[in-house]
């Protein structure tokens, strides 16, 4: 029988409707990161780092972006005979099927996985956060308390705790109690969503559990692990990490990695992140250029002007277009004489001759001012924009757009433009 000490189920299937029009056509752990990366490859990549060889990717919304990104796996040299990395989607069982329902459901439909592999403890992680860490130091931490159940924890802003499940501790570590989003925090310790449990422990949790609408680990398993006498760790962890859930904070990640010593390094060689690289030329720039401040990927064709931005593979910027503190995702083309300013542009786009963007006061989005927000401007995935428009702040445009679904030639701070052009919102 197959043994592994620790196997990895890594969460994979969320919408992350937050991220808007980012995430209309792919899962947010396959949305693009640091120019060349997707979200994704940070956890896998922490994997193979941490001397995890068996990796469950759970999928379920919009896969296709991210299976065909993962493939078997050989970028994070996790094409083995024996583990490797497996896709993991919902299927069609003799008696039911069904979606996954919960983060613990997910799991709970995957027994079977699991078991093949006998593992002794069973690491469960989020596929959409940015950060680098080492599994087997928790590992080793669980051990030592011989723990059931060890969270993944970190200190955050008191005022900022009722965003997140907190975890009360005692002077040794173990959990005494925790809360789920409380009004009135006892404590500044936040789950990350990252576990590791002992085998037999998860399996009799989630089993006992298993007819709960919706399972999900912070409000159905732990609590069932802390009543039924389970002992509970928190494993502090002080790097950096980032939930990239909003387009706000996705925004300000990208910006932290240009920093002139940036908190989160990528170019460090003892803890490589591993990602699947297309093969294309390398990028050019021409001798007009401007580059100033940014991570540029491989085959990009910069002609114009570019500050303090995040610029993915194969873009090209063209002559005299300025882009200042953007994200531009790959394969797309700002035009001539373009001005971008703080704008995320998504894979594909096409931004015409002489567009500007960022302009005029912000004002709130009327399509929804929780998502768009921030003086962002968001340009989802091969969307087009005609030569000469000129667009505000704290808007998004998405689809094929004419000159004529912009009135006057322009989109005000806070409209939106969704779908194969159409009126403005």
Not at 28 to 39: L, N
Not at 99 to 108: E, K, P, R
Not at 302 to 316: K, M, R
Request: aromatic share 10%; hydrophobic share 35%; net charge negative.
């Amino acid at each position: 029988m197959i043994k592994k000490e620790m196997i990895a189920m890594l969460l994979a299937g969320g919408q992350g409707s937050r991220l808007g029009v980012l995430t209309d056509k792919v899962a947010k752990p396959a949305v693009e990161f640091g120019g060349k990366y997707r979200i994704i490859d940070f956890p896998l990549s922490n994997c193979i780092n941490s001397g995890i060889d068996t990796v469950g990717v759970l999928t379920q919304y919009q896969p296709l972006r991210l299976n065909s990104h993962i493939g078997i796996g050989i970028p994070w040299d996790l094409d083995r005979n024996v583990g490797g990395v497996s896709i993991l989607p919902p299927y069609e069982k003799i008696d039911s099927s069904e979606w996954y329902s919960g983060t613990a459901n997910a799991i709970f439909q995957n027994l079977a996985y699991m078991e093949s592999y006998n593992p002794d403890y069973v690491l469960i992680l989020s596929g959409d956060h940015i950060y680098k860490m080492d599994y087997e130091v928790m590992l080793d931490y669980h051990k030592a308390n011989k723990a059931d159940v060890t969270i993944a924890c970190m200190p955050v802003p008191m005022e900022e705790a009722g965003r997140f499940g907190i975890m009360v501790t005692d002077d040794t570590g173990c959990i005494t109690e925790f809360e789920e989003k409380p009004e009135h925090p006892k404590s500044n310790l936040a789950s990350m969503g990252i576990y590791i449990f002992s085998w037999k422990v998860l399996k009799e949790s989630l089993s006992a559990l298993k007819d709960q609408s919706g399972l999900d680990f912070g409000k159905h398993i732990l609590p069932w692990c802390r009543d039924n006498g389970r002992k509970l760790y928190a494993y502090e962890f002080n790097g950096y990490w980032r939930d990239v859930g909003t387009l706000t904070s996705y925004w300000q990640a990208n910006m932290e990695l240009i920093d002139i010593i940036p908190e989160f390094n990528l170019y460090e060689e003892f803890w490589k992140i591993y990602t699947k690289a297309d093969i294309i030329r390398p990028e050019y720039i021409s001798a007009d250029a401007v580059v100033d401040r940014c991570c540029i990927a491989e085959g990009c064709e910069i002609f114009g002007e570019v500050y303090n931005s995040v610029i993915g593979p194969d873009v090209t910027i063209q002559k005299g277009a300025v882009v200042r503190d953007s994200i531009v995702m790959r394969h797309s083309v700002i035009g001539e004489g373009a001005k971008l300013e703080k704008t995320i542009v998504a894979e594909s786009a096409r931004i015409g001759n002489g567009v500007e963007t960022g302009l005029w006061d912000e004002e709130p989005n009327v399509y929804n001012e929780k998502i768009y927000r921030d003086g962002l401007v968001t340009i989802g995935e091969y969307t087009e924009i005609p030569d000469g428009v000129k667009i505000g702040k704290n808007t998004v445009i998405s689809g094929r757009t004419k000159l004529e679904d912009y009135r006057d030639g322009r989109l005000p701070s806070g409209s939106a433009l969704l779908g194969k052009g159409g009126d403005q919102l």
